[in-house]
C-alpha cells in the first residue's frame, strides 16, 4: 500500500542534501511560548522539521496539554512547504486515544463491548472530529497485551488477549482510516507500543521485560500484524528492553522481525526521547551512540530528543553510518506523507460532523462496555421502587472520561447524579450524604470507583483494591441490611473481593467517557440490557498477578484450570480468578446447544488449500429481556512440539437475541484459526486432536474434538 508511491519519492530523495534528509527524521515537541515557536518556524524554513507532535510533555496522557492550535500549524506548514528548498510537508501528530473532543471508553473499556463495528464507529467519528482540528495522525490505538493490572496503562490498551488485542487493532486503525487514508476526514494510526511494554516487570511502568520469541510471536505481536494487515501507516516502539535488549535499539524486534518478517512498510516512530535513554538503559556511551543504534535498530523518525538532527551528519561523514539507512527512513517517512495526500493538501481541513451524534455514539458503546458482575435478583430497578444513592463517585465527572483524553471536558459528561436527574424515576430517588439518609429506602446504589489520576502513564499501583473510605462505606452500608448495589467508575480491574459478599449487585462501569453515566442509568432501570464481557481476568488479590486464562497446563497434579487444586496450590487464598476472562452477565438467561460442526476431520493439506471446519451452535434466550450476546470460540491443541495455552480465543459473535427465542452462530476454522508460531517466526499446524470450546466465558465445557489428519 505504502510502497506505490517509491517512484516519486525516490526522484525528491535525489535532490535532497544529507542536511535535509535528516531533517525529515526529526519530530519537535509543542513549542511551550513565543521563543521556542519563533525557533520552530525557522528549523521549518530550514527542513529540519519532519513532524510537529502536538504535546508539550512527556506526560499528556495527564490532561494537563495546552489544547490545539490550529492557526499555529498552518503557519508552521506555510514555513515547511513554502519557505524551506525542497517543500515538504510536515506531519502533525497527537495523542488521540479514546476520542477527541467526543469522549469514548478507555481501550480497556472498548474491548470489553466485544463490539468491533461499534469501536471501528468510535474511531471513525474519532477522526472527523481530530482532522477538523488539524490533526493527521494519532498515536492510537495502543494495542499493548497486558497481564498486569497494577500497570497503570492497562486502561489504554485492549487487555490479555492476543485475538481481542487484534480485532481491537484492525477495528481503531480502520476508524482512523475511513475509505482510504488521502480522504479530508482520515487520520494516520499509529500501532504502538512496539513492543513487549505491557509486560513491565511488577507492573511497574518503563520497567524491564521478560519475553521469549515464542511467546512474543504468539501474545504480544498478533495486535501488531493485525494493525499492519489493517494498513497502519506508524507505528512507534517501546521504552522496554526485552530480556536486556532494550527496544530502542533492537536491529532483532524493528529490523527483523516487524519490518522484514512482519513486512511493516510504514514508518517506526520512538517514543517521547525513548532514543537518548539508551544511555541510561546502560548501551550508549552518549547521545550520539544513542543516535547510531536507534537508525541502524530501524527507528526512522526520532521523537522530540533531536539526536538524529544533531548527529547524523557526523556519523554519516565518518562512515559509522551509512546514507543508505537514512534513505530507507526518509523514504518510509515520505511514503506516510504521500499517502496521506500532504503534497496535495498540507493544510488543516473543515471536515464536518454531527457532533450530538458522536454523542450517541459514546453512549451507544458506554452501555456496551459495562460488565454486569453480580446480580442477586436486585437488577434492573424497578421504576417505582424508592432507591437511595451515596458514594464519592455520585457527582463526579473528569474521572469518567478517564486518562489520556486531551480533548475532552469534563464539563460535557454528566455525572451519575446529574444523569439520574433526568429519569423519570428521579422522584424515588433519595440522594445520600449520610447513612441516616437512607433509612427510608428499600435499595442502595453505591457510585464507587478509581481517579483517572491513579490511571495511565507512569501511574502504577501495588494495591489493587477501592480506597480504605470506599471499602468502609461498603461494610457500613451493608449493616443497613438493604439490597445494595455497586456502580464502579474504575480504569484498571480492582481485586473487590471483599466487597462481593456486602452486594447484591455490581456494574463494572470502568471510565467510558461523556455519556458514561446516562448509559448506566439506561442499563440500572432496565431501558438496556448489559452485555459486557471481561477482556481481562479480574484476580481475587493483587498476589495473584500475573494471572490470564491462556495459560499452559503443568505436569504436576495441580488440577483445576489455573492450577487452582487448593491442596498444591496457595495455602491463603484460592487461585481461581475472582472473574474469569469472557464473564459478563445479561438481565436475561441464555442456554447453549451442543456445538455442531460439518466434519470432525480434515487433512492437513485440505486446511492448507482453504478448507475449514463448520461449527455452529444455537443459543436460547430463555428469560424476559431481548439482549446481546458475545460467543467465544476457543481451541486446544491437544499435543504439539511446543506447550499452547488450555484455551485460545479464535473468534466470537455478539447478536442479539429475542426473550424466547434462538440464534444460530456460525464459525468456520481453518488454518489460520489452528496454527501457532514458533520461535523463529515460522508459522504452524500441526497433526492431532484439537479441542474446541464455544460458550460465554473462556471456562465453557461446552466442547467437541476435530481432528487435523497428516
Ligand atoms: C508518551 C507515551 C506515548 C505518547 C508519547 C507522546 O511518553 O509513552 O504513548 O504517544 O509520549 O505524547
Given amino acids: 500500500m505504502f510502497a506505490q508511491f517509491d517512484k516519486q519519492i525516490d526522484e525528491i530523495i535525489s535532490k535532497m542534501t544529507l542536511k535535509e534528509k535528516i531533517g525529515q527524521l526529526n519530530q519537535e515537541k509543542a513549542p511551550s511560548g513565543k521563543e521556542e515557536y519563533e525557533n520552530l518556524l525557522e528549523m521549518a524554513k530550514r527542513g529540519e522539521v519532519g513532524s510537529v507532535l502536538w504535546a508539550s510533555s512527556a506526560y499528556a496522557g495527564a490532561g494537563n496539554e495546552p489544547g490545539i492550535n490550529v492557526e499555529l500549524m498552518d503557519e508552521l506548514q506555510k514555513c515547511a512547504v513554502e519557505n524551506s528548498r525542497c517543500k515538504i510537508p510536515v506531519i502533525f501528530g497527537r495523542d488521540v486515544i479514546h476520542g477527541h473532543k467526543t469522549v469514548y471508553p478507555i481501550p480497556l473499556a472498548m474491548a470489553c463491548s466485544f463490539n468491533n463495528d461499534l469501536v471501528e464507529k468510535c474511531y471513525r467519528a474519532t477522526a472527523k472530529e481530530a482532522a477538523n482540528d488539524g490533526i493527521q495522525w494519532s498515536f492510537a490505538p495502543m494495542i499493548d497485551l497486558s497481564r498486569d493490572p497494577r500497570w497503570g496503562r492497562i486502561i489504554e490498551g485492549p487487555g490479555e488477549d492476543p485475538f481481542v488485542g487484534a480485532s481491537f487493532a484492525k477495528s481503531a486503525v480502520k476508524g482512523f482510516m475511513g475509505e482510504k487514508l488521502s480522504d479530508k476526514d482520515s487520520v494516520v494510526a499509529c500501532a504502538k507500543h512496539y513492543i513487549g511494554y505491557g509486560a513491565s516487570e511488577g507492573g511497574r511502568d518503563y520497567h524491564r521485560t521478560e519475553i521469549s520469541d515464542y511467546t512474543l510471536y504468539n501474545f504480544y505481536l498478533p495486535a501488531f500484524r493485525a494493525a499492519v494487515n489493517a494498513g497502519v501507516g506508524t507505528v512507534m516502539s517501546s521504552f522496554n528492553d526485552i530480556s536486556g535488549q532494550p527496544i530502542s535499539s533492537s536491529v532483532h524486534h524493528i529490523r527483523e522481525i516487524l519490518k522484514e518478517k512482519v513486512g511493516f512498510e510504514g514508518f517506526v516512530v520512538s517514543d517521547w526521547d525513548a532514543v537518548i535513554q539508551l544511555v541510561k538503559q546502560g548501551v550508549a556511551r552518549d547521545e550520539k551512540d544513542c543516535a547510531e543504534l536507534s537508525l541502524k535498530a530501524g527507528i526512522d523518525l526520532d521523537m522530540k530528543d533531536r539526536a538524529y538532527l544533531t548527529y547524523l551528519e557526523e556519523l554519516v561523514k565518518e562512515g559509522i553510518v551509512s546514507e543508505e539507512l537514512i534513505n530507507d527512513s526518509v523514504k518510509r517517512i515520505l511514503r506516510v506523507k504521500f499517502a496521506k495526500n500532504l503534497f496535495e493538501n498540507p493544510y488543516r481541513n473543515q471536515v464536518s460532523y454531527d457532533r450530538k451524534e458522536h454523542f450517541a455514539l459514546a453512549r451507544e458503546i458506554a452501555e456496551e ?185 503443568s505436569g504436576r497434579p495441580v488440577d483445576g484450570y489455573y492450577g487452582e487444586n487448593p491442596e498444591n496450590c496457595y495455602n491463603d487464598i484460592p487461585a481461581s480468578p475472582l472473574y474469569p476472562f469472557g464473564f459478563g452477565l445479561s438481565y436475561t438467561e441464555f442456554s447453549y446447544e451442543d456445538i455442531k460442526c460439518d466434519n470432525k476431520e480434515l487433512s492437513l493439506d485440505e486446511l492448507k488449500n482453504g478448507k475449514k471446519f463448520n ?26 512440539l511446543n506447550m499452547r495455552p488450555l484455551r485460545e480465543l479464535k473468534a466470537y459473535q455478539k447478536k442479539e437475541i429475542q426473550k424466547g427465542c434462538d440464534e444460530t452462530f456460525e464459525f468456520s476454522v481453518g488454518y489460520e484459526e489452528l496454527g501457532y508460531y514458533y520461535s523463529d517466526g515460522s508459522f504452524h499446524v500441526e497433526p492431532g486432536e484439537f479441542e474446541i470450546y464455544v460458550g460465554d466465558n473462556c471456562l465453557t465445557e461446552n466442547k467437541i474434538v476435530i481432528n487435523v489428519k497428516a
Avoid at 459478599?501 to 448509559?519: F, K
Fill in 369 to 553: 462496555t459495562a460488565v454486569l458482575l453480580k446480580n442477586d435478583n436486585v437488577l434492573p430497578l424497578s421504576k417505582t421502587q424508592k432507591i437511595g444513592v451515596i458514594g464519592p463517585f455520585l457527582k463526579e465527572k473528569r474521572d469518567l472520561i478517564g486518562s489520556w483524553t486531551l480533548d475532552g471536558k469534563a464539563e460535557e459528561t454528566p455525572s451519575l447524579y446529574e444523569a439520574l436527574l433526568n429519569r423519570p424515576e428521579k422522584e424515588n430517588i433519595v440522594f445520600a450524604d449520610s447513612l441516616e439518609e437512607l433509612s427510608g429506602v428499600d435499595t442502595v446504589l453505591l457510585a464507587l470507583g478509581e481517579v483517572h489520576t491513579n490511571t495511565g502513564e507512569a501511574n502504577a499501583v501495588a494495591k489493587l483494591t477501592l480506597t480504605d473510605d470506599q471499602i468502609e462505606l461498603v461494610n457500613r452500608v451493608k449493616s443497613l441490611k438493604k439490597k445494595t448495589i455497586a456502580v464502579i467508575f474504575s480504569g484498571r480491574p480492582l481485586a473487590i473481593t471483599r466487597q462481593i459478599p456486602c452486594l447484591d449487585g455490581i456494574l463494572y462501569a470502568w471510565h467510558s467517557g461523556n455519556e458514561t453515566a446516562p448509559a448506566i442509568c439506561n442499563l440500572l432501570f432496565g431501558d438496556k440490557v448489559p452485555s459486557g464481557k471481561l477482556a481481562m481476568t479480574f484476580p481475587r488479590t493483587v498476589g495473584h498477578i500475573p494471572m490470564y486464562y491462556n495459560v499452559t497446563p
Fill in 615 to 640: 461449527i455452529s451452535v444455537k443459543v436460547n434466550n430463555k428469560g424476559d429481556y431481548s439482549a446481546k450476546e458475545t460467543v467465544q470460540l476457543y481451541i486446544r491443541d491437544l499435543i504439539c
